[in-house]
Structures are given as structure tokens and as C-alpha cells.
């Protein structure tokens, strides 16, 4: 088993009671894919989110690769706040540090942030645990 | 260890874009507003991390 270890990526929010513009840790994992015998040469940051049923990408990170986006099975996805986005199902390659998980991605115009889920993610790795305190995400493949 | 290796200051003026930073996260290597439009001005270039900088207005609940 390999263990990495991901700490956590600044990004920023406006305390509401403050009014202030302050930094917030969020867990980022970056990413390189592939799909359609490519492989992106940058690394893109991925949120980690066990509420995502599944792994929901930008539209323009698979057409990057070459995919025909609209040619993949569509899907519907339903956000918290009821919004429904619709994205397109193809197989990709994550690779995280070295290591490659075979799996599904939906890929979507409608979504920036790109969202590593339960499914195609957390059930293909042995282990993943998150410390809030000390702001780290460690995947054991 | 958590490093803050950008500055709150630096990161608003960077809020809804895409961003490319060098590996180490130190330098800002470019941006655009859509990843499409950052991936074409860096072609894609390797050990560059690219982060999508959200609002600073909402909170992030996917």
C-alpha cells in the first residue's frame, strides 16, 4: 500500500461577520487525466467531496484531451440548492502522484470546480483519511 | 506542513479565474476566465498546477 499525502489549498471567503476577506484551507487534490489516449501535461486542483455522488469535471478539461464531450452518455446531476446540471459520462485515467485509477468522470459546461466523489474516486483507493484539524487528506492506494 | 505560499491580497485579485501556478505554488504563471481559454495560453506546459480560485462572496457547497 502507498500512502500520499495532500495538504490543503488556499482559497479565500468573506466572514460574513466580519466583512473581511479571509483565507480558507479547502481539500484540493491535484490531478493530471487522461482520456481518448491523452494525458494533460499541467496538474489541476480537485476538491474532495464525499457529498458528490460522483466525479464532475469542467467540460473543457476533457475537450483539452480530445473528447468529444456530447458524444458521452448523458447524465443529469442534482446540486444541494435543486440546481440540475447536465453532463456527459466518459472514461478517464486519474493519476495522483504515480499512481492511476481507471475510472469514469462526468464531464460538464455548467461545473468549474472539478469534484472528486464516492463513486470513480473514494471506492477506488483503500483508504482515505481527512484531518480537518490539521488540514491534510491521506490516500492510501 | 500547511504553507501559505499566496497572500490573501494576491489571491482576490484572482477570485472566478483560472489560474496556472508554477509547481511550488509561488508564481502565477497566467490566467484566463475558463479553464478552455488558461489550458490554450500555457499549452498546456508541464509542472504547472492549475486551480480554479472561487469567490470570495459565497461559501463552496457543491
Same mark, same amino acid.
Given at each position: 500500500m502507498k500512502d500520499v499525502t495532500f495538504y490543503y489549498i488556499p482559497d479565500i471567503?468573506?466572514?460574513?461577520?466580519?466583512?473581511?476577506t479571509i483565507e480558507i484551507l479547502r481539500p484540493k487534490i491535484p490531478v493530471r487525466l487522461s482520456a481518448n489516449f491523452n494525458t494533460s501535461k499541467v496538474l489541476i486542483d480537485c476538491l474532495f467531496d464525499t457529498g458528490? *455522488?460522483?466525479?464532475?469535471?469542467p467540460a473543457d478539461w476533457g475537450r483539452s484531451l480530445g473528447l468529444k464531450i456530447e458524444k458521452g452518455k448523458k447524465v443529469k446531476i442534482g446540486g444541494i440548492g435543486g440546481?440540475?446540471?447536465?453532463?456527459?459520462?466518459?472514461k478517464v485515467t486519474l493519476h495522483i502522484q504515480g499512481n492511476k485509477i481507471i475510472t469514469e468522470? *462526468?464531464?460538464s459546461n455548467e461545473q468549474n470546480t472539478p469534484l472528486l466523489g464516492r463513486i470513480g474516486f473514494m471506492d477506488k483507493v483503500e483508504e482515505i483519511i481527512v484531518n480537518q484539524k490539521k488540514r491534510f487528506i491521506k490516500i492510501s492506494f | 506542513m500547511y504553507n501559505s505560499y499566496m497572500k490573501v491580497k494576491e489571491l482576490i485579485k484572482l477570485q472566478n479565474k483560472w489560474v496556472a501556478f508554477s509547481k511550488d505554488r509561488t508564481k502565477i504563471i497566467d490566467k484566463a476566465s475558463s479553464l478552455g481559454a488558461l489550458l490554450k495560453k500555457i499549452k498546456n506546459q508541464e509542472d504547472l498546477v492549475v486551480s480554479f480560485i472561487h469567490p470570495a462572496d459565497r461559501y463552496l457547497s457543491p
Open positions: 471567503y468573506t466572514d460574513i461577520s466580519t466583512g473581511k458528490s *455522488d460522483r466525479n464532475l469535471f440546481k440540475e446540471l447536465i453532463a456527459y459520462t466518459h468522470a *462526468d464531464f | -
